[in-house]
C-alpha cells in the first residue's frame, strides 16, 4: 500500500501560529494562569495537551480575573469583547489570524465611512461574529449565506455597501454570491475568503485523483475538515476520522493499492503523523518520501540572512513562490529579482527549476518568508559568470538599461555590457526587462563587471538554424517559393524561411539569353525543386525547370535528321523563312543558304506568309531550342540515314527511327 499525505494537511498558519504561541506561553509560564478566550481549536487533541500544560478555555467573559494571562484564537472577538478582555486580564495576546483582523479593519473603515456591510457566512460561526462586532453601531449590517438572504438584504440597503467573506466560507458558493452582487450592485466586494482553505482542497482533490482511497484526519466539529470530507467523498471513497484509534474502525478495500491522507487546519502534525505511521505499520510500506517531508518540515526553521535553496511552484506577474522545505512557503517579490530592473518573471521563471534566494523577512503577514534572489545572486553570480566565460558557455542576461554605446545587462547581479554593435540587431526600448542569451566576451575581475556579445550567438543560431533546415529539405519535393530579386544571371527565391538562387539555366525550358526581366516579377510565386546545397558556401541551388514539362522537347521528340516535314511559312526575312512545322507544332528556320533561289532572289521574290512547303530537317539544337530546316536536296530524304550516318547526332528519335528502317 502507498501512502501519500497531502502536502498542506494540517494547521493552516493562523491556527498553527496560535497553537505554537499559546503552547510556548504555556511552556515557559507553568504555574501561571493562562487562558483561552473561546475554544482555540475544534481539535480535543489539542485542547488536552493545553489542559496538561495548565491552559485552560473561558467562554464567559465574567470569568476573566485580573492575574489571567489572555489568548485570543485565530477566530478574533468583536470590538466590545476586545475592550472588555483588556480591562478584566492583567495580559492579553492577540492571535486573530491576520487574514481575519484584515476583514476587521474593511469594516470598521467602510463602516465609519457611511457603508452597510454584508458580511457572507455563518451567523453562528465565531469569526463571523466577530466580524460583526466591528461594523459602527450607526450602520446596518446583514450575515447571508445565500442568494435570497443577498437580495433580502439590498432590499434594505439604501446607500452603500462593503461586502466581506468568511474566511472558511464555501469557496463555490462565495463565487456566485460574488458574481450575483458584482453583476446586480454597485458595492464594493472585498474577496476575503481565505486561500489556504481553496488551496487545501484542491491540492486534497488533486490528490484523490492519484489514489484509490483517502482518509480525511480531524476533529468532526471542524467546518473546514467536513468540507474537505464533503468534497473528497464525490471523488474518490472517504472516511473521516478523529484520531489513529478510529483507523480500525473502518474497513478499507484490500483491493487498494494507494491511499490519500489529508486533514483539515485544526489537525496538529502529530495526529497526522500518528496516523500515518500506524497505517505504515498496518501495510507495512510507506512513501517515506511524504512522511520525512511532513517531519522535516516541522523542524525546519530559516534565519534573515541565510541563503535557502528551493523549488519554484508558482509564477506570477509579480512574485514567485518558492518550496524550500519549510512549512511555509518563499515568496519572491519582482524588485527583489534583479536590483534596478523590470524583468518579465514568467520569462524568467520556470516551475520546478531550483533557485537560491536570501532569506529577508522570516513570515510575512501572510506567512510566508520573503526572499531575494538578487542577494543571493551577487553572492556566487561573478564567479558563476567567470565559469562561463572561461567555459565559453553563453549566459541568459536581463537587459537593464540601454546607453548610447552600450547595452546594460544583469547576470545574477553582475552587470554585462554590450556594445551595440555587438547586439545583432536594432536595440529596442522594449528588450528591457527582457531575457537574452549573450556569450561573454571579456571580464574585469577587478571592478566585477564583464562585456558581451549577441552578434557572434546570433550568427552561430542562424547557422545552426540553416543546417538544421536544410537537411530536413528534400530533393524531390516541389517547394512553394516567392521571387524576390531578379539577376541577370538567375532569380532569388524565398521558400520555407529559406533563401536559394536559381541559375538562369534553371529558371524554364526558355531560349538561351531570354530576358529574366521580363519573364519573371519581385513577388511571383513560383515552384521549385532543390538542384543543389553548398553547405560551406551556405548557398541553395534552385530550379523552375524541374517543375515544368518540356514542351518543346515532346514536340520534336519524334523528329529526326532528314526527315521531310509539312510546313507553312509564317515570317519572310531577308535571310530565311520562318515556318511553322505543322504536324509537329514548333517553329522551325529555313536559313537563305538553304532555300533554293535564283541569281539574284531573295526570299520574299519567292515566298509570302501562308505558303506551304515541304522541308527537311538539317539540326536539332535542344540548347538553343532550335529545329533548322532545308528546302534542298529534298529526293535525298530516304537515303540519308545510310548515306551520312557518321554525321548525325544520334538521339532517341534517331534511334527509334533507325529501327523503323532496318525493319
Ligand atoms: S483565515 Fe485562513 S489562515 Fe487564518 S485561521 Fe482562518 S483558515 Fe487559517
Request: net charge negative; with cysteine.
Amino acid at each position: 500500500m502507498i501512502i501519500k499525505v497531502a502536502q498542506s494537511a494540517g494547521f493552516c498558519f493562523g491556527v498553527q501560529r496560535a497553537v505554537e504561541g499559546v503552547l510556548a506561553w504555556a511552556k515557559a509560564n507553568k504555574g501561571k494562569s493562562i487562558k483561552v478566550y473561546g475554544m482555540l481549536i475544534h481539535n480535543s487533541y489539542v485542547i488536552d495537551k493545553l489542559k496538561e500544560l495548565g491552559v485552560e478555555v473561558v467562554e464567559d467573559i465574567e470569568k476573566i480575573c485580573k492575574e489571567d494571562i489572555i489568548f485570543i484564537r485565530s477566530h478574533g472577538v468583536s470590538k466590545e469583547e476586545y475592550v472588555e478582555i483588556e480591562k478584566r486580564a492583567d495580559k492579553v495576546y492577540d492571535f486573530t489570524c491576520p487574514y481575519v483582523k484584515k476583514i476587521h479593519e474593511i469594516v470598521m473603515e467602510h463602516s465609519e465611512n457611511g457603508y452597510d456591510i454584508i458580511v457572507v457566512g455563518d451567523m453562528n460561526h465565531p469569526e463571523v461574529k466577530g466580524i460583526v462586532g466591528h461594523v459602527s453601531n450607526n450602520r446596518k449590517c446583514f450575515v447571508v449565506d445565500g442568494i435570497e438572504k443577498v437580495k433580502e438584504a439590498i432590499n434594505q440597503i439604501e446607500g452603500k455597501a462593503a461586502i466581506v467573506c468568511q474566511t472558511t466560507f464555501d469557496s463555490k458558493k462565495w463565487t456566485s454570491i460574488k458574481d450575483f452582487l458584482e453583476s446586480h450592485t454597485n458595492y464594493k466586494v472585498f474577496d476575503t475568503i481565505c486561500k489556504a482553505t481553496i488551496n487545501r482542497q484542491k491540492e486534497a482533490a488533486e490528490l484523490a485523483q492519484h489514489v484509490d482511497i483517502m482518509l480525511v484526519v480531524g476533529d468532526k466539529k471542524s467546518s473546514n475538515t467536513n468540507k474537505l470530507y464533503q468534497l473528497l467523498k464525490e471523488i474518490k471513497p472517504t472516511f473521516f476520522i478523529e484520531k489513529v484509534e478510529d483507523l480500525d474502525s473502518i474497513k478499507l478495500d484490500s483491493s487498494a493499492k494507494s491511499i490519500g491522507v489529508t486533514a483539515g487546519a485544526s489537525t496538529s502534525p502529530e495526529q497526522i503523523e500518528e496516523v500515518v505511521k500506524h497505517l505504515e505499520e498496518k501495510f507495512n510500506e510507506m512513501n517515506l518520501k511524504d512522511f520525512e517531508r511532513l517531519i522535516d518540515r516541522s523542524f525546519l526553521t530559516v534565519q534573515r540572512g541565510e541563503v535557502v535553496k528551493g523549488r519554484i511552484i508558482k509564477v506570477e506577474e509579480d512574485y514567485v513562490l518558492v518550496d524550500i522545505g519549510y512549512k511555509a512557503e518563499g515568496i519572491i517579490y519582482k524588485d527583489e529579482v534583479i536590483k534596478n530592473g523590470n524583468v518579465n518573471l514568467k520569462d524568467l521563471f520556470k516551475i520546478g527549476e531550483t533557485i537560491e534566494a536570501v532569506v529577508i523577512k522570516e513570515s510575512d503577514e501572510e506567512g510566508n518568508v520573503v526572499l531575494s534572489k538578487y542577494r543571493a545572486d551577487v553572492l556566487h553570480g561573478f564567479e558563476e559568470l567567470l565559469s562561463r566565460y572561461e567555459n565559453k558557455e553563453p549566459v541568459r542576461v536581463v537587459v537593464k538599461s540601454i546607453k548610447e554605446k552600450s547595452v546594460v545587462c544583469d547576470f545574477r547581479g553582475t552587470n554585462v555590457y554590450v556594445p551595440i554593435s555587438q547586439w545583432g540587431e536594432d536595440v529596442q526600448t522594449s528588450d528591457i526587462g527582457k531575457i537574452f542569451e549573450i556569450e561573454i566576451t571579456d571580464v574585469n575581475k577587478e571592478k566585477k563587471i564583464a562585456f558581451g556579445s549577441r552578434k557572434s550567438l546570433l550568427k552561430q543560431k542562424e547557422e545552426e538554424r540553416f543546417i538544421k533546415q536544410i537537411e530536413s529539405l528534400d530533393f524531390s519535393r516541389e517547394y512553394e517559393g516567392i521571387v524576390v530579386e531578379i539577376k541577370q544571371k538567375g532569380i532569388v527565391v524565398n521558400f520555407e524561411n529559406l533563401c536559394g538562387f536559381v541559375p538562369a539555366s534553371e529558371v524554364g525550358y526558355l531560349k538561351k539569353g531570354a530576358d529574366l526581366k521580363k519573364l519573371f516579377e519581385i513577388g511571383e510565386k513560383v515552384k521549385v525543386k532543390i538542384l543543389d546545397i553548398d553547405k560551406n558556401k551556405k548557398q541553395i541551388y534552385l530550379s523552375i525547370k524541374k517543375t515544368q514539362d518540356d514542351e518543346w522537347a515532346k514536340r520534336i521528340k519524334n523528329l529526326y535528321l532528314g526527315m521531310l516535314v509539312d510546313c507553312e511559312v509564317t515570317k519572310v526575312l531577308s535571310f530565311g523563312l520562318v515556318v511553322w512545322i505543322t504536324e509537329h507544332d514548333v517553329d522551325g528556320f529555313v536559313h537563305i543558304s538553304n532555300i533554293p533561289l535564283g541569281y539574284n532572289q531573295r526570299p520574299h521574290n519567292v515566298y509570302k506568309v501562308g505558303d506551304s512547303l515541304k522541308a527537311k530537317v538539317i539540326e536539332i539544337d535542344e540548347e538553343k531550342r532550335r529545329v533548322a530546316l532545308s528546302l534542298k536536296d529534298l529526293h535525298e530524304e530516304e537515303n540519308i540515314d545510310t548515306e551520312h550516318n557518321e554525321d548525325f547526332v544520334i538521339t532517341l528519335a534517331d534511334f527509334v527511327k533507325n529501327i523503323k528502317l532496318e525493319q
